[in-house]
């Protein structure tokens, strides 16, 4: 009789053990296995609705407001954005929303004041929904990490229309000029912006964010997390089995 009560014990904890493992399990898979976010949309985008000038004129304005989420919303999910030239450290090829989030981050988001004014702006129109648009950016500003801050870049970008809008596929962003006062009397910090640091020593000085590690580590480390719940379910559950065995034999 112990032993049937062991048992049905045992067999009442094995189960929701085993839906906790099984959940773990595919925690685990979907982290590691999810590739970039996508649009489900299946509709069709109509013709544009605005000219192309009013996307590059809102971004404009979001560079002045430094509203980081309003500039990568401009981006598409496989959009490409290369900073080049005299930078101050930022040069690089950065893919996706997420990336390009963190140039503007450690540029942008380090800034007290920013102004930023376009000149020159020009366009070819390959298509209805197919644009590239050239233009002279001139900014300036106050920056906690630089000091004060002028560049002039030289921006060329394809838009392309489609159920989000306007958003760009490709963009090049030509520093011509670059100075920051804190650079220029060597009071750069290089532990928010690493890049100067690894400029000046003569490395690539390709984007190394500030949160580089909880960036590139953080999945891992969930996933990790996960592994450990799993590990934990199945030791519990081994631990069940063998206490119902030991109490099978004491009761024969």
């Known amino acids: 009789m112990r032993a049937t009560r062991g048992r049905r014990g045992v067999s009442r904890l094995i189960a929701p053990l085993a839906v906790v493992a099984v959940l773990a ?4 898979y979907v982290l590691l296995t999810k ?15 605005v000219p192309v000038q009013t996307a590059v004129d809102q971004l404009v304005q979001d560079l002045n ?21 005299n930078t101050g450290g930022l040069s690089g ?7 390009i989030r963190l140039i503007y981050a450690t540029s942008v988001g380090k800034t007290t004041a920013l102004d930023a004014n376009l000149s020159d702006y020009a ?14 950016l001139n900014l300036s500003g106050n920056s906690i990490v630089a000091g004060v801050l002028v560049a002039k870049v030289d921006v060329s970008q394809e838009w392309n229309w489609g159920n989000s809008g306007w958003q760009i596929s490709k963009e090049n962003w030509n520093y011509a ?15 928010t ?7 000046k020593a003569g490395g690539n000085p390709d984007l ?3 949160k580089s590690f909880e960036w590139h580590a953080g999945p891992y480390l969930a996933a990790s997390v996960y592994a450990f719940l799993f590990g934990v379910v199945a030791i519990l559950a081994l631990r069940l089995r063998s206490y119902s065995t030991a109490r099978e034999r004491g009761a024969k």
Not at 25 to 28: L, M, N, T, W, Y
Not at 65 to 85: E, H, K, Q, S, T
Not at 123 to 136: C, L
């Open 65 to 85: 407001d430094r509203n980081v989420d309003g500039l990568v919303a401009f981006y598409g999910p496989n959009a490409v954005d290369i900073w080049f030239g």
């Open 193 to 199: 912006f690493p890049q100067w640091g690894v400029m």
């Open 177 to 191: 000029v670059f100075y920051s006062s804190y650079l220029s009397a060597n009071q750069g910090t290089v532990t």
């Open 35 to 49: 590739g970039p976010s996508t649009s489900t949309q299946t509709t069709t985008a109509g013709p544009p609705t």
């Open 93 to 99: 090829r950065y893919v996706g929303p997420e990336q």
């Open 208 to 210: 190394v964010s500030e």
């Open 25 to 28: 399990a595919a925690g685990v």
């Open 123 to 136: 366009q070819d129109v390959f298509s209805p929904t197919n644009v590239n648009a050239t233009f002279e």
